[in-house]
């Protein structure tokens, strides 16, 4: 079973930073894409910003400038740098990856259980 495990959520004051991070456990053959969404209270689930294997990024335009995604493939995992945090980024924060376990199975996306950002202002 692949599950995929985050950290880095907390309290921050507005113009602060945090660092998310998000890696899969399990026995996995390749992970392909990754990325963040978000979810505030009431609203849709967003996109944050996503990036392939090859290392293509793309940020929503709410983010841009302010956040970076980046990826170790040695360790499978992604990391979401958010500087200059606003209030309106308050949100729970879920990762996502496509990952196929074998090399015969589907790529299939796998998301983490989210984590907390707060920020204050």
């Known amino acids: 079973q692949v599950q995929l495990v985050e950290s880095g959520g907390g309290l921050v004051q507005a113009g602060g930073s945090l660092r998310l991070s998000c890696a899969p456990s399990g026995i996995i053959f390749r992970v392909d894409a990754m990325g963040w969404y978000r979810q505030a209270p009431g609203q849709q689930r967003e996109s944050v910003a996503t990036?392939?294997?090859?290392?293509?990024?793309n940020y929503s335009d709410s983010v841009k400038g302010r956040f970076t995604i980046s990826r170790d493939n040695a360790k499978k995992t992604v990391y979401l740098q958010m500087n200059s945090l606003k209030p309106e980024d308050t949100a729970v924060y879920y990762c996502y990856a496509d990952i196929k376990r074998t090399f015969a199975t589907p790529r299939l996306d796998y998301w983490g259980q989210g984590t907390q950002v707060t920020v204050s202002s």
């Open positions: 990036i392939t294997d090859g290392g293509t990024t």
